[in-house]
């Protein structure tokens, strides 16, 4: 897949909040927690991923690290908002030797989080989402259009929180810019997801994730399926860091990507 349709549709389906003994970031899979109101949730992610891929004698290999800001605030009960913004230092491309890089300001996100339900110890939530076209076009950050998606997530926890599982089923529909992309392209994707944690000393909390999804490309009948391993370290209640490894368990996903970042709460 292009180098730029991979990063795209990877940012698009990234999402990650924090909460103690639930999701948090370096896992991709949601949690059903919501920030408190009144309280701020700052995450600085950032990743390095690598793919390589031949096709009809010519190989491709791409280099991408990128980064996201994302704030997140309790606006009511069980309600949250936040607003993320992608960038991408430096997305490498090698071609049998040519070599092209670019960089540039991704898509927004914003994103609702309403936890709506509990039924026999499982949370449940629904977050809404809108992607803004705040990228290049013209480079390939961006699909010119809104669009918007919503995600079903569940959690349950055992054992006080020190065990958790997490499942998320999600949507999104583009409404590509072009006529030649619609044609060649997906417009609904489907994704879903699941991931487990457990804290296995004070603080510290190795994660896993499996996930897959629509295939973008319409002359592809390949899922793209990941699986990622990591850990997150609550250093105290004002600081998560976090770091991961994801791996591309198909072709149409990355090969292998790095994940880590850190959480600041006030």
């Not at 977050?127 to 997530?153: C, D, M």
């Not at 499996?210 to 592809?220: A, D, E, I, R, W």
């Not at 699986?227 to 370290?233: I, K, N």
């Amino acid at each position: 897949m292009h180098i730029i349709t991979k990063t795209a549709v990877a940012l698009c389906l990234t999402i990650a909040t924090t909460g103690s003994a639930l999701a948090a970031p370096p896992l991709a899979t949601d949690d059903a927690g919501t920030v408190e109101v009144g309280s701020v949730e700052i995450e600085l992610n950032s990743s390095y991923g690598y793919d390589r891929e031949s096709a009809d004698g010519v190989t491709t290999s791409t280099n991408v690290v990128d980064g996201e800001l994302k704030i997140t605030t309790g606006l009511y009960k069980n309600l949250g908002i936040s607003v993320a913004v992608p960038y991408t230092f430096s997305a490498r491309t090698s071609t049998d030797g040519a070599v092209s890089s670019i960089d540039g300001l991704g898509d927004m996100t914003f994103e609702l989080k309403y936890a709506f339900a509990e039924l026999g110890g499982v949370n449940f939530a629904i977050k809404p989402q809108l992607v803004a076209p705040t990228g290049n076009y013209s480079r390939g950050f961006s699909e010119g259009h809104w669009h918007a998606g919503a995600l079903l997530i569940a959690t349950k926890e055992f054992a006080d929180g020190s065990y958790a599982l997490h499942a998320n089923v999600g949507y999104e529909h583009h409404n590509y810019r072009t006529n030649a992309i619609r044609e060649t392209t997906h417009g609904d994707l489907w994704s879903g997801s699941i991931a487990g944690e457990a804290e296995v000393s004070k603080g510290l909390f190795v994660v896993a994730d499996f996930g897959l999804g629509t295939n973008p490309v319409k002359t592809s009948n390949e899922l793209p399926v990941y699986a990622l391993t990591g850990l997150r370290y609550e250093v105290n209640e004002h600081l998560d860091i976090d770091a991961g490894i994801k791996f591309g368990l198909t072709r149409p996903e990355t090969d292998l990507t790095a994940v880590y970042g850190l959480v600041l709460k006030f």
